[in-house]
């Protein structure tokens, strides 16, 4: 007849049992052997830890991504730009041919003067994009971009030398007080700082103003560099100046928004390889083997149950015992 104490060791593997039972259930059912703190507190710290790396990895993709995204709209519209200056110049470069009547010359004019709508429209949008991100018009700011997972790892952006080319183009190409006259862009003229915008006959104010003459106009400083009928010597070096100044400047910032882009790619495979290595660690300490846990099932749900029919036996065969006696 077994003794009480090994009742009491009975009873103890069926509760032993029955917690490793629910145990590799729950790991099974979640393929996951760190449910709980309890499991393994040490592991289940470090895995936490990789956890959090892991997410902050995830978002800084994104935002690298997103980055990727802004600078290639960017380096996409300034070669369009580009393209369009190249057209203009080749007007400008066929209207300086001598040969030309004034009817071909006014021609050529007007090819200009529509081409440079396209001027406009693109320093708006580019205005806009960068009003969208910076919210605000005129002061210079620089986009700061995350590439890493620690408070300082970032990637300064400065789109503030495109806009300022952007900005010279069209003065040059309509003038000040041409863009003036016009209700539908005296807005533009704010991209100075200064809204309302001064009168074209009021005086350039430092540091515009430097190497102008004293109570120098802003229409004189900034004047139509686009005129080339008729196509004096003067007038057509001064087209073929604003649109090679505008050309390099443009090409400039495609350059440097065509590298912040390689780095860009370099930093965002930097962080997925990294988030790659993190994940595949927290999952070593956190990922359930599902076949050894799926054994473990079986040899707890054996061990409980012929734990628990020893049990009952045991306690059968005391119960006989106390009928006899109190038969006898």
Do not use: C
């Amino acid at each position: 007849m077994l003794s009480t104490i090994q009742n009491a060791t009975l009873a103890a593997r069926v509760t032993f049992y029955s917690k490793e039972t629910n145990k590799a259930m729950d790991r099974i059912s979640s393929g996951s052997k760190l449910n709980a703190s309890f499991d393994n507190p040490a592991a289940f710290s470090v895995a936490e830890t990789y956890r959090t790396q892991v997410n902050a990895a995830r978002s800084v993709s994104n935002s690298i991504q997103d980055a990727l995204n802004i600078v290639r709209i960017g380096e996409t519209g300034v070669r369009s730009v580009v393209e369009v200056v190249q057209t203009m110049r080749d007007i400008v470069l066929q209207a300086a041919n001598g040969t030309n009547t004034e009817e071909n010359l006014s021609y050529y004019q007007t090819q200009l003067n529509e081409t440079r709508g396209v001027l406009y429209q693109a320093f708006i949008t580019a205005q806009q994009f960068r009003v969208s991100f910076e919210g605000n018009e005129t002061q210079d700011r620089i986009l700061n971009f995350m590439v890493g997972t620690n408070p300082g790892d970032t990637l300064a952006v400065d789109y503030n030398p495109l806009r300022n080319t952007l900005r010279d183009l069209v003065l040059g190409a309509f003038g000040y007080r041409e863009l003036y006259d016009n209700p539908d862009t005296t807005v533009f003229l704010g991209s100075f700082g200064i809204y309302p915008p001064p009168k074209p006959d009021d005086p350039v104010p430092p540091p515009l103003l430097e190497g102008q003459p004293f109570g120098t106009t802003w229409a004189q400083k900034f004047p139509n560099k686009l005129n080339i009928s008729p196509a004096t010597p003067e007038n057509v070096q001064s087209a073929f100046g604003l649109l090679d100044t505008a050309k390099a400047g443009l090409l400039s910032s495609e350059t440097y928004l065509g590298t912040i882009g390689q780095r860009l790619e370099l930093h965002l495979g930097v962080v997925q390889k990294f988030e790659t290595s993190v994940a595949a660690s927290e999952s070593s300490l956190r990922d359930a083997d599902l076949a050894a846990e799926s054994t473990n099932l079986t040899k707890s749900q054996v061990m409980q149950q012929a734990s628990q029919a020893m049990l009952v036996q045991a306690n059968a065969r005391l119960g006989q015992v106390l009928e006899l006696i109190r038969q006898g």
